[in-house]
T-cell receptor
Framework: AQKVTQAQTEISVVEKEDVTLDCVYE???????LFWYKQPPSGELVFLIR??????QNEISGRYSWNFQKSTSSFNFTITASQVVDSAVYFC????????????FGPGTRLSVLP | DTEVTQTPKHLVMGMTNKKSLKCEQH?????MYWYKQKAKKPPELMFV???????INESVPSRFSPECPNSSLLNLHLHALQPEDSALYLC?????????????FGPGTRLTVT
């Protein structure tokens, strides 16, 4: 079975705080891909990152960083020095061959960054 | 900036109407998708086109009819919809159908069925 869990339904932080969004996944496949998407109030899903199961290197892109740990099946996302424009719903997603190559999305985490 | 465009942005239609949603991408992608998203839920896959051929239909009711006239365009024809079909309809494209390809989404069409 394929499953993505984002335990935090909603998070509120004050601007400039750091915030970590959790993502835990389940899959029996050895080859799979993990993704993060941002959905601001405008509705469009914005692609943030893709990580394959063989690459456990953490990644940093500006204020964004991702921590992939296969041992705990987690792919967490940290925003450093949050800004109001970071307010959005963030989805973690999983894709693998044995699930028809379709996305399995987590339920999403709604992040509110207050000024 | 998104390179997947969708029209219209908003659509209100009655249950007896026929309307179409349009999606266009100019990234040379060969896979295109329709998703339905209800409020506070993740997107749900409806259809997948690969090389302009329908490859996945996720048991979507026949009142939704997809069409892919060419590699850049994707339409979703709507007929005799129900109020529960009100949702955000998202179009996406990717380089290919494989699992490694990220999908790029359009801004969506907010559909209200009255």
């Amino acid at each position: 079975a394929q499953k993505v869990t984002q335990a935090q339904t909603e998070i509120s932080v004050v601007e400039k705080e750091d915030v970590t969004l959790d993502c835990v996944y389940e899959t029996r496949d050895t080859t799979y891909y993990l993704f993060w998407y941002k959905q601001p109030p405008s509705g469009e899903l914005v692609f943030l990152i893709r990580r394959n199961s063989f690459d456990e290197q953490n990644e940093i892109s500006g204020r964004y960083s991702w921590n992939f740990q296969k041992s705990t099946s987690s792919f967490n996302f940290t925003i450093t020095a949050s800004q109001v424009v970071d307010s959005a719903v963030y989805f973690c997603a999983l894709r693998s061959d044995n699930y028809g190559q379709n996305f399995v999305f987590g339920p999403g985490t709604r992040l509110s960054v207050l000024p | 900036d998104t390179e997947v465009t969708q029209t219209p942005k908003h659509l209100v239609m009655g249950m007896t109407n026929k309307k179409s949603l349009k999606c266009e991408q100019h990234m040379g992608h060969r896979a295109m998708y329709w998703y339905k998203q209800k409020a506070k839920k993740p997107p749900e896959l409806m259809f997948v086109y690969s090389y302009e051929k329908l490859s996945i239909n996720e048991s979507v009711p026949s009142r939704f009819s997809p069409e892919c006239p060419n590699s850049s365009l994707l339409n979703l024809h709507l007929h005799a919809l129900q109020p529960e079909d009100s949702a955000l309809y998202l179009c996406a494209s990717s380089q290919g159908r494989g699992r490694s390809y990220e999908q790029y989404f359009g801004p969506g069409t907010r559909l209200t069925v009255t």
